[in-house]
């Protein structure tokens, strides 16, 4: 069973920049699908980014494009989310998810990390 652990998040200032990562505990780590989601208060989930299996082609939501870069490392069996120029409406809980190939919908997430951007 694939378990998923977010870290990186943090409080920063409008500008900074923070990388979050995703440990995947799994022996299959290149037949998943990864991606960062977020859900800031009183709003619904919205995709972020995503990387798919193995050499991981990227999509990355018009909001963020060009300021956050996703990244995966088949070695080490992470995926990152490179944030910078961050928003205040940036801020949110970001969450790791993951899928297999074939699969409609992202079957298992991560606990979330917790971003903070103040003006």
């Known amino acids: 069973q694939v378990q998923l652990v977010e870290s990186g998040g943090g409080l920063v200032q409008a500008g900074d920049s923070l990388r979050l990562s995703c440990a995947v505990s799994?022996?299959?780590?290149?037949?998943?699908?990864l991606a960062w989601f977020r859900q800031a208060p009183g709003q619904e989930r919205e995709f972020v980014a995503a990387?798919?299996?193995?050499?991981?082609?990227?999509a990355i939501a018009d909001s963020v494009k060009g300021r956050f870069t996703i990244s995966r490392d088949n070695v080490k069996n992470t995926v990152s989310l490179q944030m910078n120029d961050l928003k205040p409406e940036d801020t949110a809980i970001y969450y790791c998810?993951?899928?297999?190939?074939?699969?409609?919908?992202?079957?298992?997430w991560g606990q979330g990390t917790q971003v903070s951007v103040s003006q």
């Open positions: 998810a993951a899928k297999v190939a074939g699969d409609s919908s992202y079957h298992v």
């Open positions: 990387a798919a299996r193995g050499k991981g082609a990227t």
């Open positions: 799994t022996r299959t780590f290149a037949l998943y699908t």
